[in-house]
């Protein structure tokens, strides 16, 4: 199984970028998905969440009305629409997958597959 990241790089202030990871080797249609972001010298942190079904979304506060995550279940795909990006959003992020099909989970171990993570860059 694979969980492949990418769509980050830098851009300034207030503009926008589009993550995805594509997933392989399985497919994740019924369960949940989520990024998490570490920035420089912290530890990682999760930035939002969904469903299997996309029905249901979670966001972190600091990315809440900024940030949009979306999932495409014929193409094992997932996405995060990043908007009005603020120096603090620079980090690595990383998307994962659970094998659990119930419920919204917040914490990284609730995690079974990591992607690569892709760098995003925010000059203010």
């Known amino acids: 199984v694979q969980l492949q990241a990418s769509g980050g790089g830098s851009v300034q202030a207030g503009g926008s970028l589009r993550l995805s990871c594509a997933a392989s080797?399985?497919?994740?249609?019924?369960?949940?998905m989520a990024w998490f972001r570490q920035a420089p010298g912290k530890e990682r942190e999760f930035v939002a969440t969904?469903?299997?079904?996309?029905?249901?979304?979670y966001y972190a506060d600091s990315v809440k009305g900024r940030f949009t995550i979306s999932r495409d279940n014929a193409k094992n795909t997932l996405v995060l629409q990043m908007n009005s990006l603020k120096s603090e959003d620079t980090g690595v992020y990383y998307c994962?997958?659970?094998?659990?099909?119930?419920?919204?989970?917040?914490?990284?171990?609730?995690?079974?597959?990591w992607g690569q993570g892709t760098q995003v860059t925010v000059s203010s």
């Open positions: 994962a997958a659970r094998t659990g099909t119930i419920g919204i989970m917040i914490a990284e171990a609730a995690y079974d597959y």
């Open positions: 080797g399985r497919t994740f249609r019924n369960n949940g």
């Open positions: 969904i469903n299997g079904s996309g029905s249901i979304k």
